[in-house]
């Protein structure tokens, strides 16, 4: 149940990474302008894929909870998967199978009835409705030159945001890391550590199937 709670709140990035102009100054514009142009092309990139796949580092810290973990994502329109160490999670749009190994359980759920989950495509499209923007600067790293853009929530009282920070690559317009601070005092850092455009996927790639998991305990709480 415990690396089931933990799921809950890896779904916040793998997906979370979501609103009026009126009343910023000259300055607050100019922010959310620039910031604004450098994520349309970050959505632009993703959505010319028909398949994607990302391998990522993700850690959630806060006071009871210090995990860090590594995997794998695979997206094709509503349908993902992923998989890390500790867990395989399967949604084909509708439904969402959630299988721990070390506990030999599979957690089924609807994906609209999981609380506080977003659906990792949402990553490259997230900013696009609910947020405003500071652009914070430019950096590089290993030669790399990375914008810096940090997100508030228009309407603080209706998010479970406090910020976002996205650093976005500028010479392929992709994600480099993403942190995410909830209200609830949880941080998410997600870093992609390679990303790769239309990849060859298997046809059940986004079914699950108990043939393969003869004597896991299905918990289905559709």
């Known amino acids: 149940m415990e690396n089931y709670k933990i799921m809950k709140k ?16 000259q300055t607050e514009a100019e922010h959310n ?25 993700l850690t959630i810290l806060s006071e009871d909870i210090n995990d860090t973990q590594e995997g794998y994502a695979l997206l094709e329109g509503d349908n993902f998967f992923y998989k890390t160490e500790e867990r395989e999670v399967i949604c084909d749009g509708n439904s969402v199978w959630t299988y721990l190994p070390d506990d030999n359980e599979c957690y089924i759920d609807l994906l609209e009835d999981l609380e506080n989950t977003i659906n990792p495509n949402e990553i490259f499209t997230i900013w696009k409705e609910g ?8 950096k590089t790293i290993n030669n790399e030159l990375i914008h ?38 949880v ?14 996927l298997e046809n059940n790639t986004f079914k699950w199937d108990i043939n393969k998991h003869p004597n896991v305990d299905e918990i289905d709480n559709r």
Do not use: R, W
Request: a positive charge; charged letters at 25%.
């Open 10 to 25: 890896i779904f916040i990035v793998i997906t979370l990474i979501t609103y009026s102009i009126c009343g910023f100054t």
């Open 33 to 57: 302008d620039k910031s604004k142009g450098i994520l349309e092309k970050v959505s632009n990139a993703y959505q010319k894929n028909k398949t994607t796949k990302f391998n990522f580092k």
């Open 131 to 138: 947020f405003k923007f500071q652009y914070i600067g430019e």
């Open 148 to 185: 810096q853009i940090k997100m508030f929530p228009k309407s603080p009282e209706k998010s479970k945001y406090h910020t976002l920070l996205m650093e976005i690559n500028e010479t392929n317009s992709s994600i480099k890391q993403a942190i995410i601070k909830s209200k609830d005092g």
């Open 187 to 200: 941080t998410i850092q997600f870093e992609i550590l390679q990303l790769t455009s239309n990849p060859s």
